[in-house]
């Protein structure tokens, strides 16, 4: 995870297609796995909690992604496992402000 879907100049973990040996240049709200599982060190689950904040907390939530292409996975809309693994990641890495603020949201 840390090889492969890290970027450094997003801050962000993205999805790793293998077939093409390169990352998507979707972000989507996957990405927090790293912190749910304990891999992402802590500088970056702090890049990927500010990300949280700034681009993907609205005010229903966190969105799956910030694109707006209509389809049933991107913005408005969510999914309830992803958010989880999101607030329990965030928690894992003392962020609990945030993960108590997405929870209520």
């Given amino acids: 995870m840390l090889k492969y879907c890290w970027n450094e100049k997003t801050g962000w973990f993205l999805d790793y297609n293998w077939k093409l040996q390169q ?22 689950a702090e890049s990927v909690a500010q990300k949280l904040k700034s681009t993907f907390l609205k005010t229903g939530g966190l969105v799956t992604t910030v694109n707006r292409s209509g389809q049933q996975w991107d913005l408005p809309n969510a999914w309830t496992p992803l958010e989880y693994i999101a607030i329990d990641g965030l928690e894992k890495y003392q962020q609990k402000n945030l993960a108590r603020e997405i929870a209520e949201r």
């Fill in 23 to 44: 990352t998507s240049p979707v972000e989507t709200l996957a990405g927090t796995f790293p912190l749910e599982f304990e891999v992402a060190t802590k500088k970056q």
